[in-house]
């Protein structure tokens, strides 16, 4: 549990790069710098719903590994759990949204605002956990299904394992996005998204009322993240600006996405 900085990220996977040797090389031929990089950069990312007292980046920066472990109260339990996860599945990285943003800083929380999507799109797993499951049938009633953030976090993983509000894992299948999975046809019922669009999810801004249903039942703590969140949904990006309102961050919303040269499905909403 060291929190540690970008430039400390980036020279622990330049020096594994640099350290493949010239068989792993050709083997990788084929692949793209991006492909490559991809198969080297491995992190586990957390999806959950904030609690009270959640650690935040000054928490972490502000202790060591020992106190950090000893620290209490329901979110460092959550973060703990997550690490060792992230650790029990072989992971040295894990990044949770609610310590790894400096939200003092405005310039980070506008990159980070417009880069989620793609954070959790090239993790190599999402850990899930939904504090108000117990078992399946408790799907219908937990508010990670109806947040607006979650629902990225639901379509931009590749790879997703649910947990139990206990962390114990919902099934035993390697991938819960999986089409073989046998929890994703109860998750396309509870979010009304068809199972093959949650597991091959892409976005692109076609379809655009279609998935505008799908965030029309969520909520978010700001009334600009009814906006914000649903960028990197329709591979869109602009500037954030917390205090403009729901409407107008909206219509920012809609005016980049017609811009990007959608499909007039966009006018039915």
Request: negative net charge; contains cysteine; proline residues 2%.
């Amino acid at each position: 549990m060291r929190l540690v900085e970008r430039g400390f990220v980036k020279e622990y996977y330049q020096h594994e790069i640099e350290s493949l040797t010239d068989d792993e090389l050709v083997q990788r031929d084929s692949a793209s710098v991006e492909e490559l990089v991809a198969s080297v950069v491995r992190y586990a990312i957390l999806s959950h719903r904030w609690g009270p007292k959640e650690p935040t980046y000054a928490d972490l920066a502000s202790k060591s590994t020992d106190r950090l472990r000893c620290s209490s109260g329901p979110g460092y339990a959550k973060l703990y759990s997550f690490c060792l996860e992230a650790q029990r599945r072989g992971y040295l990285f894990a990044w949770s949204d609610t310590c790894c943003i400096d939200k003092s800083s405005s310039a980070e929380l506008d990159e980070s605002v417009r880069s989620m999507f793609r954070w959790y799109r090239n993790s190599d797993i999402c850990i899930v956990h939904l504090s108000q499951t117990e078992q399946r049938d408790d799907l219908r009633c937990d508010e990670w299904f109806f947040r607006g953030w979650t629902l990225q976090e639901l379509l931009a993983p590749r790879r997703i394992k649910f947990f139990n509000s206990r962390w114990k894992a919902l099934t035993s299948d390697v991938n819960d996005k999986d089409t073989t999975s046998s929890l994703l046809l109860s998750i396309s019922e509870v979010t009304e998204i068809p199972r093959l669009d949650i597991a091959f999810f892409s976005p692109l801004t076609y379809a655009v009322d279609t998935r505008m249903t799908w965030a029309a039942k969520r909520v978010t703590t700001r009334a600009e993240d009814v906006a914000y969140s649903l960028m990197g949904v329709f591979g869109v990006s602009f500037q954030i600006a917390y205090g403009e309102g729901a409407d107008r961050a909206f219509a920012r919303l809609i005016e980049a996405i017609i811009l990007s040269g959608c499909d007039l499905s966009v006018l039915n909403w």
